[in-house]
């Protein structure tokens, strides 16, 4: 099995741009981001400081 190319990582994201939808992907990038984020926590073994985060609470 060979490594992944240019033409072979642009057909991956096109077909993953046509199952998903450009809406969804900043979705799916956040939420990849995020697991990423929390497994390197786990394997250090000490958490970082929690971050606020930037939405406005909702208007009451």
Not at 32 to 52: A, C, D, M
């Amino acid at each position: 099995m060979g490594r992944l190319g240019v033409p072979e990582l642009l057909i991956i994201l096109l077909i993953v741009l046509v199952i998903f939808g450009a809406s969804r992907l900043p979705q799916l990038g956040k939420g990849i981001g995020q697991g990423l984020k929390n497994f390197k926590e786990s394997i250090k073994g000490e958490p970082e400081p929690p971050t606020r985060d930037k939405t406005p609470p909702p208007p009451v």
